[in-house]
């Protein structure tokens, strides 16, 4: 399991042990917990007794049912669950898109990625019109609620719907001043427009952020909160704290590290920051 948030986790939040199922010595321990010698790789949350505080489930692969089933002990032992731990679960395993023109795309991402149950936004051109494509979690916030959201919030002059489901429900708050159309081919809009508020903060652009993550630092960013958002990690606090150092020193240090938009790329990325950032306190 490589995803650094959830890496961070099991190492904070909990105390991880390794037991082989194919090694003579840990035998034992296999037979105490009924876990037999040939199944495929099982975690299990256990108290101080070694008693299961959920259930036992095989056949947990996905960082997204890993990371539910932390949050879920963590909150049966009443344990404080780390709000970037509880993001990671609520990452959605299939999302819906909704499409919605405004008068500037900053704001719009600003403003719709801060609503729950919103994973991503992304700037992009239509019709000749600012767009934000919003990507969602139709489990938790139905497209009903965020067409009514983003109208509340200004941020719906043109709704462009992409499935029928949506234009039925769209098409009832069709106005002479609320245009709704069908989905056209969009055009994105160029990267330095992409969640503009975070992109362009000196420190927090550099940090390897999930996608959630960087969709709600650059909405915190953009509706002009102050402070840290309780979604960046203790661990990556304290790289941001790295990162501000070196920056004081040369504001061009890091020029060449461009957050990554895919989270597969997470691992690497952090990798190279962190060797660079090791060799620059080093004065290499």
């Not at 082989?20 to 035998?27: L, Q, S, T, V």
């Not at 790789?41 to 101080?48: E, G, I, Q």
């Not at 952020?209 to 990690?233: E, F, M, W, Y």
């Not at 957050?259 to 290499?284: R, W």
Request: proline share 5%; hydrophobic share 40%; glycine share 4%.
């Amino acid at each position: 399991m490589s995803h650094p948030l959830l890496v961070e986790a099991i190492e904070t939040s909990f105390i991880p042990v390794l037991i082989y199922n194919n090694k003579k010595e840990d035998a034992d321990i296999l037979k105490k917990f009924e876990e037999p010698s040939w199944n495929n790789p099982v975690v299990r949350y256990l108290d101080a007794k070694g008693k299961d505080i959920i259930k036992r489930r095989d056949r947990v692969w996905s960082t997204l049912d890993t990371a539910a089933r932390m949050v879920q002990t963590l909150k049966t032992a009443k344990l404080r669950v780390p709000e970037y731990l509880a993001l990671t679960a609520g990452q959605p395993a299939k999302t819906e898109t909704a499409i919605f023109a405004m008068h500037c795309y900053w704001e719009g991402e600003a403003k719709l990625g801060k609503l729950t149950g919103v994973y991503d936004t992304k700037s992009s051109w239509l019709q000749g019109k600012e767009v934000v494509e919003v990507q969602f979690d139709p489990g938790v916030l139905n497209y009903k609620k965020l067409a009514a959201s983003a109208l509340e919030m200004k941020c719906a002059s043109t709704i462009f719907t992409t499935t029928d489901a949506q234009q039925k429900i769209a098409a009832k708050i069709d106005t002479p001043s609320i245009r709704v159309k069908p989905k056209e081919k969009t055009r994105v809009a160029k990267l330095s427009d992409q969640k503009y508020y975070l992109r362009n903060h000196r420190v927090l652009s550099k940090l390897p952020l999930t996608k959630l993550q960087s969709t709600k630092v650059n909405a915190h960013l953009g509706s002009r909160q102050t402070g840290i958002p309780d979604c960046i990690s203790p661990r990556q606090l304290k790289m941001a704290k790295r990162i501000t150092k070196v920056l004081l020193k040369d504001p061009k240090a890091l020029g060449e590290f461009v957050m990554p938009e895919n989270d597969a790329k997470l691992v690497s990325y952090q990798a190279k920051l962190v060797k660079k950032l090791d060799a620059l306190e080093k004065g290499k």
